[in-house]
């Protein structure tokens, strides 16, 4: 047997390698680059690999100081361990166990190990390796027990805090897309966002754009005209909402290289030309809109963003130490308007430059980070290294996918997906921004059909898909956490659970089967589970049991397209049969239960993906 753990094994270095070509040049994360450090962290203990139908699902004890984990794989006992690549790109690590391993062949053995991360840059030694074999067949059930007379704490709802958008210059487009009237369809998104997920905040790129005019350059005079940005930050508030401002792109009569620009709408990614006119800018439009809209709402509700994605070359043209200087020039400026409004970053891409953010001596009340693929890491540690273990964290873009125009946004893959990562970081974070809201988009031009493979939790039209739909039945669920424990094939690392209770005494169950592996999103019957719930400590003796589902053929507006026929944009009258279908259908009657012994005990079908609610209401 080859030792693993002790951090100077030819295989630790391999998978450090392996760590640096993703996350280096060339990859994802472009300006990570360099060899990968040697993390001094312990050894992560108690690795158990539990063989199942189609799947092995590994747990292990957490390592006080990792932000994550990155699970390995080999062939043999001496390696060589490999990265499991569950095919979301991005950051392949996850926060914590369980993570089930779906990507591997039924009925051939493997040795697993896994390296704690205390960066996404410094990797810890891999554990001792323990082996698996994901079976061809067998019984594939999961029993799930709830206790609705428990109290697990308050329910957090990550998603409440912050959602993504189109730069919202798009509120006020007159266009149409597949007919409908952009400005007014986005408009409707957002609104429908707030009133049935409770959304508080929208993120997006470009207030600073061209297209509202914020600065110009006269004859060598700065001269700031905000009209533009009060009538876009007028209609996101008449909506109900606040917006996080994102201090981004430069104005190309302020810009070093102007012609250095990403997306459709050409956002200009460049250095200023004069740093202190920047910090002139973001002061007089601080100062604006503490005038506009009062010091005590943007000191208390809108957060200011430094750019976005500066570690990508393709958001930023400068050199890093240039960002560095940008935040600090703008963070000062915005706290010489107030000290108390909120400034923060780096809104990174691929969680780069944390610890960079936190080194740095400039202003940070939050920050803020991305990552796509994976639930987020825990920064928790990151923070608490730095002297700040209460500094709030904001993940202000995440999703299944960084790929524009993927289909894999529109599945019910995708909505599994969105409640692993948001009951993952439930009460670790402030925030996590799904991105975005509608698939009214146009970075890379817009929308050439309906379900296009748009980030929109909205298609164009406003009709929910899944994964909205996912964030919904979570939004159903009470204010007080219950405990639930699962057991069995894939408990917690395929099919998980989360329960919560209302104030007049209505228990929700939602549940999940879903896997990271974008190789199963059409599905795989192997993973498919049969879920015993048992839901105890019920104090009243009847019950009306009410059952939601979304899976291939509930909930999912792209099964009712292909079923009318469509390819491109519907008529009137498929618009019409779309709308009918917006919403998510009972998989069976509402029926009445009795509960014996304290409890009621309920059993279903969970396909690989597809979700189910139980709602349970006191007759």
Not at 41 to 65: E, I, K, M, N, Y
Not at 527 to 543: A, K, N, Q, S
């Amino acid at each position: 047997m080859t030792e693993l753990a002790g951090g100077t094994d030819t295989h630790i270095d391999r998978a450090r390698q392996r760590w640096a070509e993703l996350m280096g040049a060339g990859g994802v994360q472009d300006r990570a680059g360099g060899p990968v450090a040697a993390a001094d962290l312990p050894v992560p203990a108690c690795l158990s690999a539990a063989s199942g139908r189609g799947q092995v699902t590994l747990t292990w004890d957490p390592v006080p100081g990792a932000i994550g984990y990155a699970v390995h794989r080999a062939p043999a006992e001496d390696g060589p361990f490999e990265l499991v690549d569950h095919g979301g790109g991005d950051v392949l690590a996850v926060p914590h166990g369980a993570y089930a391993d779906t990507t591997a062949e039924p009925g051939k053995e493997y040795w697993y190990a896994v390296a704690p991360l205390a960066t996404v840059n410094a990797m810890g030694p891999l554990s001792a390796p323990v082996p698996a074999r994901p079976t061809v067949d067998g019984p594939a059930t999961v029993d799930v027990t709830v206790d609705a007379g428990g109290d697990a704490g308050p329910l957090h709802r990550p998603w409440r805090r912050v959602v993504g958008s189109e730069h919202l210059s798009h509120l006020l487009c007159a266009d149409l897309t597949g007919g409908q009237p952009i400005g007014a369809d986005l408009r409707a998104a957002l609104r429908r966002v707030r009133d049935e997920l409770g959304v508080e905040s929208v993120r997006a790129h470009g207030i600073l754009c061209d297209d509202l005019g914020v600065y110009r350059n006269v004859d060598g005079v700065s001269r700031f005209d905000f009209s533009g940005v009060d009538r876009v930050y007028d209609t996101v508030m008449d909506l109900g909402m606040r917006p996080v401002v994102e201090l981004s792109f430069m104005p190309r009569d302020l810009a070093r290289d102007p012609d250095k620009t990403v997306f459709a709408y050409r956002g200009c990614i460049s250095p200023p030309s004069d740093w202190d006119r920047w910090g002139e800018l973001v002061g007089a439009l601080t100062a604006h809109l503490v005038e506009r809209y009062g010091l005590a709402e943007v000191r208390d509700h809108w957060p200011f963003e430094v750019w976005n994605e500066a570690n990508l070359s393709v958001f930023w043209s400068g050199t890093p130490d240039e960002f560095w200087r940008l935040y600090e020039v703008s963070a000062r400026a915005v706290k010489l308007v107030d000290s108390g409004i909120q400034v923060g970053g780096p809104a990174s891409a691929a969680v780069g430059w944390i610890d960079d953010q936190l080194a740095t001596a400039a202003p940070l009340d939050f920050l803020s980070t991305h990552t796509y693929g994976s639930p987020p890491l825990d920064l928790r540690p990151l923070a608490a290294a730095a002297g700040r273990p209460d500094l709030p964290l904001l993940w202000t873009e995440w999703g299944v996918t960084a790929s524009h125009g993927s289909t894999i946004n529109d599945t019910v893959f995708a909505a599994t997906f969105l409640l692993r990562g948001m009951r993952s970081v439930a009460g670790r974070v402030d925030g996590l921004a799904p991105w975005v809201a509608s698939d009214h988009f146009e970075e890379l031009g817009r929308p050439e059909r309906l379900l296009h493979g748009g980030f929109g939790l909205l298609t164009v039209g406003n009709l929910a898909k899944p994964k909205y739909w996912a964030l919904a039945l979570a939004e159903r669920l009470g204010d007080v956490e219950l405990p639930a424990v699962s057991r069995g094939d894939g408990a917690d690392g395929l099919v998980e659970c989360w329960a919560a209770r209302r104030a007049d005494g209505t228990v929700g169950v939602l549940l999940w089967n879903g896997t990271l592996d974008h190789g199963k999103a059409s599905g795989d019957s192997t993973l498919d589970r049969d879920v015993t719930v048992t839901i105890t400590g019920l104090p009243v003796e009847r019950y009306t049991l009410r059952h939601l589902r979304v899976d291939a053929t509930h909930g999912n507006v792209a099964e009712t397209w292909r079923a009318l026929g469509g390819e491109e944009w519907p008529d009137d009258d498929q618009w019409a049969v779309l709308g009918e279908a917006d919403q998510i259908p009972l998989l069976e009657p509402d029926r009445d239960v009795t509960v014996r012994g304290g409890g009621v005990e309920v059993t279903l079908d969970l396909p690989m993906p597809s979700i189910s609610y139980l709602e349970l209401r006191p007759i």
